[in-house]
């Protein structure tokens, strides 16, 4: 069952981070990685920020949400762990960190060397969280990567092990 995090203007103008916060810091009290791993790919985003009818930005091409979810991935950088990937949250949150322009009949375009970054360096810090965590991860960041456009061979997975 999805879990839903909703954001308030107010919370976003501020970098309030409490919504996500009040619910990521139960799931990770515990040494035993379960309730974690019972919330992978759950989490959802309801983003109540109030635009003018004429403002044609999608939410991520607002500058203070971005900034919100900047300050979200520096204490988080594992998050994509729980976000809803079939949901469009893991395509969303790469677009509120990655600069990007959205077409109204291609959708999202991201900058290509800006996406790749993104991507391995998601690659890098969750590899190191999933195994501090004692979780497989291979199948895992060979999914995240597939989504966003990339293939990772397997060997690559043996560098990372090294």
Same mark, same amino acid.
């Given at each position: ?14 970098? &309030? ?17 379960? $309730? ?15 635009? &003018? $009818?004429? &403002? ?20 988080? $950088? ?5 976000? &809803? ?78």
């Amino acid at each position: 069952m999805p879990i839903s995090i909703t954001l308030t203007t107010d919370q976003i103008h501020h970098l &309030d981070l409490s919504p996500a916060c009040s619910v990521i810091e139960p799931l990770l009290q515990t040494a035993n990685p379960a $309730p974690l791993v019972s919330q992978e790919q759950q989490l959802q985003f309801q983003i109540d920020f109030p635009r &003018d $009818p004429q &403002d044609p930005r999608e939410l991520s091409e607002i500058p203070e949400i971005r900034l919100w979810f900047i300050c979200l991935d520096a204490r988080y $950088p594992w998050l994509p762990f729980l976000l &809803d990937w079939k949901a469009g949250e893991l395509a969303r949150y790469a677009a509120m960190l990655v600069p990007h322009q959205f077409h109204p009949r291609e959708g999202i375009q991201y900058n290509p060397e800006a996406l790749e970054i993104f991507v391995m360096h998601k690659i890098f810090v969750l590899a190191n969280w999933l195994k501090a965590q004692g979780l497989e991860g291979t199948s895992r960041l060979t999914a995240m990567a597939k989504m966003l456009g990339y293939e990772l061979e397997a060997n690559f997975f043996a560098l990372l092990r090294d």
